[in-house]
């Protein structure tokens, strides 16, 4: 067990509708990190949060935001959903904000588009 | 483009021989690797890594090995056991920026 959550584990929902990830990082880490990782694909980073503040923006997409919140849990926020953004979804978190520091991940959440 | 490329889908190996893992990457600018394990319905974990002013990294039964001019690393495992069946995940990055990955190779380990 990392110390990472993510909820849901599963998520099915249909095309052209908006739904929300969530992650809880490890006790004391201020960095929280998102990843996609799609059939047959490597993980692509998609944003990254150190204590509220967005630090650096990957492959994300302009229908794809995200926040850090005071209690530092993150949410990922996926709009206007298409059948290519089924996918696993995994954040991660760690100490500091730089990404060299180790990333503990979570164990993802399974979203299917319809 | 996938700068980090791990072109071997899947490998099958005894338990007690060696596993060979291999990576290949496009940018030069690449300075620091990582390899990541991950079991079926876990997020991946830390395994090791290797800055680019090594050539080789030990950690028990796991050694990493660089090679700068080829652009390659390979992670050999040794001797295999049948927990180290898992997935893995090579990892590079520039200056401490993002990380991209490969897109992983399925390691079994036969007992």
């Known amino acids: 067990d990392s110390g990472v959550t993510q909820t849901p584990k599963h998520l099915i929902t249909a095309t052209g509708q908006r739904v929300t990830l969530r992650c809880s990082p490890r006790?004391?880490?201020?960095?929280v990190y998102w990843y996609q990782q799609s059939l047959d694909q490597g993980l692509q980073f998609l944003i990254h949060y150190y204590n509220g503040e967005e630090r650096a923006k990957g492959n994300i997409l302009e229908r794809f935001s995200a926040q850090q919140f005071p209690d530092l849990h993150s949410e990922l926020n996926l709009s206007s959903l298409e059948l290519g953004d089924s996918a696993l979804y995994f954040c991660?978190?760690?100490?500091?904000?730089?990404?060299?520091?180790?990333?503990?991940f979570g164990p993802g959440t399974r979203l299917l588009v319809l | 483009d996938q700068q980090v490329k791990q072109n071997s889908p899947s490998l099958s190996v005894q338990e007690g021989r060696i596993s060979i893992l291999n990576c290949d990457y496009t940018?030069?600018?690449?300075?620091?690797f990582l390899w990541y394990k991950k079991y079926p319905a876990e997020g991946p974990t830390f395994l090791i890594s290797?800055?680019?002013?090594?050539d080789k990294n030990e950690d028990g039964r796991f050694t990493v090995f660089l090679n700068k001019s080829a652009k390659h690393l390979s992670l050999h495992i040794v001797p295999s056991q049948p927990g180290d069946s898992a997935v893995y995940f090579c990892?590079?990055?520039?200056?401490?920026?993002?990380?991209?990955f490969g897109t992983g190779t399925s390691l079994t380990v036969i007992p």
């Open positions: 006790s004391g880490d201020l960095s």
């Open positions: 290797i800055s680019s002013i090594k």
């Open positions: 991660a978190s760690s100490v500091a904000t730089n990404p060299l520091e180790t990333q503990y």
């Open positions: 990892a590079a990055s520039a200056w401490g920026n993002q990380f991209y």
């Open positions: 940018n030069s600018m690449f300075d620091y």
